[in-house]
């Protein structure tokens, strides 16, 4: 029996998911990130030797029984990533096909359970990716956060901070914002929120994960939160509209995929009106599976090539 194995290599965590030549699971499992851009070399390629010792258990203790790997990650598209992928799985052992994709494309596999579609993602950053039935395809965002980014976790992080700020100079009004970022903190002053945004050691990620505040504040009637779930909301539907649009798919079906959009109720339900008076036909969905799901697909459209 031959065996492919999909690969979601996230920033703290990879899935992968195990499946036989005929394309039924036959296991998954966790291990650690495979980003670049948050991780040293050797930790990762740590990584890549405990999967690949693990998806060799998984296929009858024979690692060459695995013929086909996908993995989907970020930042995939710089060759020197591509090229410490690859060396790191052939010093363990690996001698099979190997498919590198970005995250984007798994996601959009994995969400439709095949290659066509569109996806709008919205966690710690955002992006809107699709492909239509003649084999086009369109991206709109994902340039990170110094220049987009807009709607995605991120962004909705530092529009609190920036609220907190502006509210208390006199150029916003009182917010409930300012009171729940300080204790998520634990911090007091405007000082000190300078000094944790400042901080050389910070990552957008920190930024982010103020981003549930939201949720709350919104829930309580604030107007300023609901005014930055309005913005957010527009934002993705900007990145959505010009995907459906570039590729013609109206009609259809788009995956939500991402924290903002699965966990915040406010934009959600904007993105989705908004979208449903633009685009009467086209259905917005919860992802049918994971990436590490499409990476499988992906791999077996890799293996059946070959044959």
Excluded: W
């Excluded at 957010?232 to 590729?247: C, F, I, M, R």
């Amino acid at each position: 029996m031959r065996y492919v194995a999909g690969l979601d290599g996230g920033g703290t965590k990879t899935a992968v998911t195990i499946a036989d030549e005929q394309g039924m699971i036959v296991g998954t499992f966790v291990a650690g990130p495979l980003n670049y851009n948050g991780q040293d070399e050797a930790s990762v390629r740590v990584t890549l030797a405990e999967i690949c010792e693990e998806i060799g258990l998984r296929c009858n203790n024979d690692l060459n029984a695995c013929v086909a790997i996908c993995i989907g990650a970020a930042g995939i598209s710089n060759p020197v990533v591509k090229g410490r992928l690859t060396s790191g799985l052939r010093e363990s052992g690996y001698t099979g096909n190997l498919v590198l994709l970005g995250d984007h494309e798994t996601a959009l596999c994995g969400a439709h359970e095949g290659r066509y579609g569109v996806i709008v993602i919205a966690g710690t950053g955002s992006i809107c990716y699709g492909r239509n039935m003649s084999e086009d395809v369109h991206r709109a965002g994902g340039f990170g956060h110094l220049i987009d980014d807009e709607g995605s976790g991120y962004s909705i992080g530092r529009d609190l901070l920036s609220a907190l700020v502006r509210a208390s100079d006199g150029r916003e009004e009182p917010t409930i914002i300012s009171k729940l970022v300080y204790d998520q903190l634990e911090l007091s002053t405007v000082q000190e929120i300078v000094g944790f945004v400042y901080d050389k050691g910070r990552n957008k990620k920190d930024i982010a994960a103020l981003a549930s505040l939201l949720s709350v504040a919104c829930d309580a009637g604030d107007v300023v939160a609901k005014r930055i779930a309005i913005k957010s909301a527009n934002a993705l539907v900007e990145l959505a509209s010009a995907t459906v649009d570039k590729l013609g798919i109206q009609n259809g079906e788009l995956a939500l995929l991402g924290s903002v959009l699965l966990n915040n109720r406010q934009i959600r339900q904007i993105f989705k009106t908004r979208m449903q008076e633009r685009y009467p036909r086209l259905n917005c969905i919860e992802a049918k599976q994971d990436a590490s799901y499409g990476a499988v697909l992906l791999a077996l459209d890799s293996f059946q090539a070959e044959m």
